[in-house]
């Protein structure tokens, strides 16, 4: 059975996901899922930050295996193309029988956005109200409506990036206010997603009481704090 990305997202919410995240995270801690670090190589399809990279993630959980398969390649914002791809195949643990392949893009972006909503909620103030994001692509998107689902409280949304149209089509979508990245990383929350590879928030702009949710940099060439 394969499952189309659009299919994917007829079913999926974050009113079902987060909770699920959640219960994910606890059976993790709990060593009731077995999951391995993730193998990651280099594309070597240029050099620098366009660099692409390509990653295996395994996984074993109740009845059910399972492997994503998902490629980072941050030049693809310029062709058009999304910057992160994935393939999920899901088996059948006692006979290794496949039962599902499914487009895991919409899964990544949703997934990611769903972890930071269950730390918000476990460590955010209840009375949190504005949230500041650095960064204006795809996971600023998600979190925003991920993040509400759990603190709806959050009513004042500070965009910044460092392509100035990109955040001005954000905040037209979604209400959020364009604001210099010093505003934005004063807020109740800050919210780091973006790829790049010299730091982008500084802590003397936090707030005493700030939570970070840093998302974005991964790997050892990209930083988003100093």
Same mark, same amino acid.
């Given at each position: 059975?394969?499952? *189309?990305?659009?299919?994917?997202? $007829?079913?999926?919410?974050?009113?079902?996901?987060?909770?699920?995240?959640?219960?994910?995270?606890?059976?993790?801690?709990?060593?009731?899922?077995?999951?391995?670090?993730?193998?990651?190589?280099?594309?070597?399809?240029?050099?620098? &930050?366009?660099?692409?990279?390509?990653?295996? @993630?395994?996984? +074993?959980?109740?009845?059910?295996? %399972?492997?994503?398969?998902?490629?980072?390649?941050?030049?693809?914002?310029?062709?058009?193309?999304?910057?992160?791809?994935?393939?999920?195949?899901?088996?059948?643990?006692?006979?290794?029988?496949?039962?599902? &392949?499914?487009?895991?893009?919409?899964?990544? $972006?949703?997934?990611?956005?769903? &972890?930071?909503?269950?730390?918000?909620?476990?460590?955010?103030?209840?009375?949190?109200?504005?949230?500041? +994001?650095?960064? *204006?692509? &795809?996971?600023?998107? %998600?979190?925003?409506?991920?993040?509400?689902?759990?603190?709806?409280?959050?009513?004042? +949304?500070?965009?910044?990036?460092?392509?100035?149209?990109?955040?001005?089509?954000?905040?037209?979508?979604?209400?959020?206010?364009?604001?210099?990245?010093? $505003?934005?990383?004063?807020?109740?929350?800050?919210?780091?997603?973006? *790829? *790049?590879?010299?730091? @982008?928030?500084?802590?003397?702009?936090?707030?005493?009481?700030?939570?970070?949710?840093?998302?974005?940099?991964?790997?050892?060439?990209?930083?988003?704090?100093?």
């Amino acid at each position: 059975m394969y499952i *189309s990305e659009q299919e994917v997202r $007829e079913v999926l919410t974050y009113e079902g996901l987060i909770p699920a995240i959640r219960q994910a995270l606890i059976d993790y801690s709990a060593g009731l899922v077995d999951q391995p670090p993730r193998m990651i190589q280099r594309a070597g399809n240029t050099d620098g &930050v366009k660099n692409g990279w390509f990653a295996v @993630v395994p996984v +074993i959980a109740g009845d059910v295996m %399972a492997v994503k398969t998902v490629t980072f390649y941050p030049g693809n914002d310029e062709l058009g193309l999304h910057t992160h791809m994935a393939m999920v195949e899901l088996l059948r643990r006692a006979t290794g029988e496949p039962l599902a &392949v499914m487009d895991g893009r919409l899964i990544t $972006e949703m997934r990611t956005a769903a &972890v930071s909503a269950v730390a918000l909620d476990a460590l955010g103030r209840a009375d949190v109200r504005s949230l500041g +994001i650095l960064g *204006s692509g &795809v996971q600023a998107r %998600a979190h925003i409506r991920a993040l509400r689902m759990v603190r709806p409280s959050l009513k004042e +949304i500070r965009v910044w990036s460092r392509t100035p149209a990109n955040a001005e089509r954000l905040a037209a979508e979604t209400g959020a206010r364009v604001v210099p990245i010093g $505003e934005a990383s004063g807020a109740d929350v800050v919210l780091t997603v973006t *790829s *790049s590879a010299d730091p @982008v928030l500084e802590g003397r702009w936090l707030a005493p009481h700030a939570l970070v949710l840093a998302v974005g940099a991964t790997g050892s060439t990209l930083r988003e704090l100093d």
